[in-house]
């Protein structure tokens, strides 16, 4: 059996498995098949899905989907429900940039967290930024006395994820359900032109259910950043609303799930 998830790197192996006649299941985490998984659903022999995908789906596709949930490392599966990590007192933000993308919240992030410490709020912030600002973005938060911690890339982002009360981020399928299911609320900034509109495919699914905001790239700017977190800052009852919403859809069956799903070939 051959076990595909998606991206250019799965493909060889996974067009492989057609010549050779071995059964074929792929997975995909995303609100829309990636390319390279909707050109080998033509012969897979099952499509493992972490949500219920609508957009552009065939019946076909369909009647051999399985909704397993979403695939996340185990320390997240496994993590503590509980926010210990958090200091009392102080709203914590955590800017989460990705690979792609995370140049334009260097530029609008620091002066509106700057503008919320000024209007006399306690904030810190742990962002994530290319190479080419990290020193300008610590410059600006130092000089105006804002607690911060810069990165670029971080191994512990659990950590950290678990000391915020709001994260900031690109939408890319893992990132936003490891903030769902850590019940983080999230300010979800789609990138512009991502392929087949899957980004913005996915925080859309979180927004209707309660779990985040979406501004897009036209309207993340200064006003509209700082206006979103003033009114988060000061309504806690809607942060404790959205994560009664993220609490529903939490699940730490999805490895049992896929495991089921392939147990018929297995067996054979």
């Not at 390319?35 to 659903?41: E, H, I, W």
């Not at 971080?154 to 936003?176: P, V």
């Not at 900034?189 to 925080?203: C, K, T």
Request: glycine fraction near 6%; include cysteine; proline fraction near 2%.
């Amino acid at each position: 059996m051959v076990f595909g998830f998606g991206g250019y790197v799965s493909f060889p192996i996974s067009f492989a498995s057609n010549f050779f006649k071995l059964p074929l299941i792929i997975y995909e985490n995303n609100m829309i098949l990636g390319r390279t998984n909707k050109f080998l659903s033509l012969f897979a022999k099952k499509i493992l899905l972490a949500k219920k995908i609508n957009e552009k789906f065939s019946e076909k596709n369909k009647k051999k989907s399985y909704q397993v949930g979403s695939i996340l490392g185990k320390n997240i599966v496994n993590y503590s429900s509980f926010k210990d990590n958090k200091k009392k007192g102080i709203f914590s933000v955590l800017v989460l940039g990705g690979s792609q993308g995370a140049e334009i919240f260097g530029n609008i992030v620091p002066p509106v967290i700057k503008e919320i410490k000024d209007k006399g709020y306690k904030i810190q912030v742990f962002q994530q930024c290319i190479k080419q600002q990290k020193s300008k973005i610590i410059d600006f938060y130092e000089k105006n006395k804002v607690e911060h911690f810069v990165f670029e890339f971080n191994k512990d982002i659990l950590k950290l994820i678990l000391s915020s009360d709001l994260a900031i981020t690109r939408c890319g399928a893992s990132t936003t359900a490891e903030l769902a299911h850590t019940c983080t609320p999230f300010v979800a900034v789609p990138i512009q032109h991502s392929i087949d509109n899957h980004q913005y495919l996915n925080a859309k699914y979180y927004e209707k259910k309660g779990c985040c905001w979406i501004l897009s790239e036209n309207d993340f700017n200064f006003e509209n950043l700082f206006n979103l977190i003033i009114k988060v800052v000061k309504n806690e009852n809607k942060l404790k609303e959205i994560y009664k919403n993220m609490k529903k859809e939490n699940s730490n069956d999805v490895y049992s799930n896929i495991e089921n799903e392939v147990k018929e070939f297995i067996l054979k």
